[in-house]
């Protein structure tokens, strides 16, 4: 069974930092590409960044960068979302998701797996 499992979520202030981290279990981690997502109330979940299966690719939503980095360690089978100069307008659920594959390619949607979610609250 595959479980991901998010934390680092809480209650930030505006230009401070959050690290979100994702445990991966029940999968070849090297095997899946990963993504983080997030989401508001009344609006569908949306990209935020995704890497290739062995972190040799790795793109973000136009609202993020230069501002969040993602990266993996295939060894732990975790994935992170470091997350620099916060804005109100990235208070959200923090998804991660992995998509089984043997492509090095990055993944925007069609992932296989999700986490539950953690909440990121930035104040203004």
């Known amino acids: 069974q595959v479980q991901l499992v998010e934390s680092g979520g809480g209650l930030v202030q505006a230009g401070g930092s959050v690290r979100l981290s994702c445990a991966a279990s029940?999968?070849?981690?090297?095997?899946?590409?990963m993504g983080w997502f997030r989401q508001t109330p009344g609006t569908e979940r949306e990209f935020v960044a995704g890497?290739?299966?062995?972190?040799?690719?790795?793109d973000y939503a136009d609202s993020v960068k230069g501002r969040f980095a993602i990266s993996r360690d295939n060894a732990n089978s975790a994935v992170y979302l470091q997350m620099n100069s916060l804005k109100p307008e990235d208070t959200a659920v923090y998804y991660c998701?992995?998509?089984?594959?043997?492509?090095?390619?990055?993944?925007?949607?069609?992932?296989?797996?999700w986490g539950h979610g953690t909440q990121v609250t930035v104040s203004s």
């Open positions: 998701a992995a998509k089984s594959t043997i492509s090095g390619r990055i993944y925007y949607n069609s992932y296989d797996y």
């Open positions: 890497i290739s299966r062995i972190g040799s690719n790795t």
């Open positions: 029940g999968l070849t981690f090297r095997l899946a590409a």
